[in-house]
């Protein structure tokens, strides 16, 4: 029986209302007629139904959801194939999904959206744990409930990382471009769980600012800027954002994966810290001796070295300390500095970490993502202009006077 709008009952279960409809089905709400147990039930469109892959896809979100058991997942219950179509039946949760609720209300204070995400960031490393990827994490798929509690659902694009069906075709891409990571649109197979941090990230970015991130994008554009961290910072919208949760989200919405977060309890604790732990501590800032701080956490550790230098023996440090050093050091936009977040990472160039962006851009003489700034040759700077200034400055001085005299004498030949 295809769904419609007057959908009466589905085997034990007496339909009690239309809940909502997206492109792949239909929601009701029903009531199980012995129990009286009120679920949810989502039945596939008829024509999604004839696709095989979209049905087993179907089957293996009950399957990924059935076994769940974690305060903020919603449990899959039953699953019937019956008169050409299929039926999944879901534990009910009274509530409005997040998407909704920013469309109609706008944005979230940090604070309550740091909430929100720690619940849906608690959910997702269970499932990773679990082997599981949910890989289509965005605001339309959480409810939130009246009282606060928030609720990770569809897991109709769920990977098991221990056993795959192989549902998902190799350079194939599935969920939300504006919320998925850049290498999830090149081969969906091949993500991690730094790929549901992405998103986790991206949503909070839309909590936080009220813009869908990459929105003015086709996919491919998306794409393109995603590979390139090319996005407004969120403070640049929300100036009284804190710091510390610009830097974070930046780091967590990296192009490059193996610069985010190693887990969505590591991007919490980065989100949660409080205001006064983010003040830069005093550091030795002679070039060749980074401090190492007593005791950087693993959740903000990093470690550095410079170019040319002794890989094996790198410094440990935390974010606050390197920035407080490129602040007081002389060393020019980070140029020479290489650093990792895991031992088992590859040094890169420090400009290439999102959480340093503000400061380098400000070193080079720009502001983040606007364009550099020029100070004209000999101007009251407090700093001595280089020879090269000098030179090119005396060139222009030569060239001025030349023309000059140019233009006096043809006054005076036409006089």
Known sequence: MPPRGDLKSVGEYDVLAKLGEGG???????????????????VLLPQQAADAVVLKR??????????????????????????????LIMEYVEGRSMGERLEFLGQYTAAEAVDLIAQIGSALDWLHDQG?????VKPDNIIVTADGVA?????????????????TRTGSALGTPNFMAPEQFRDAKRVDRTSDIYSLAATFYQMVTGEIPFQSSSPFDAWQKKTKNDLAPARELVPDLPVHIDRAVRRAMSGNPRERPTSCAEFVRALSRPPESDSEPRVDLQWDR????DSPSDADAWELVFEGGDAENPVRVDTAGIRQFLKNSNVKSGVG??????????FNPLTRFPEFSDILSAMAGRTPGGPRSASP?????GQTPSPAA????????????????FLIGVICLKL
């Open 24 to 42: 792949a089905g239909v929601v009701y709400k029903a009531r199980h007629r012995e129990t009286e147990e009120v679920v949810a039930i989502k």
């Open 58 to 87: 179907f089957e293996q979100e009950f399957r990924a959801t059935s076994p769940l058991n974690h305060p903020n997942l919603i449990r899959g219950l039953d699953y019937i194939e019956a008169d050409g179509t299929a039926f």
């Open 132 to 136: 599981i990827l949910h890989r289509d």
């Open 151 to 167: 609720k990770l659902t569809d897991l109709g694009l769920a990977k098991e990382l221990l056993y795959d069906q192989s549902l």
């Open 290 to 293: 980074v401090p190492a701080f």
């Open 337 to 346: 500095i290489l650093a990792r977040r895991r031992p088992i990472d590859p």
């Open 377 to 381: 040759a000999g101007s009251k700077s």
């Open 390 to 405: 000098r030179t090119r400055l005396r060139l222009e001085l030569v060239l001025l006077a030349a023309a000059i005299i």
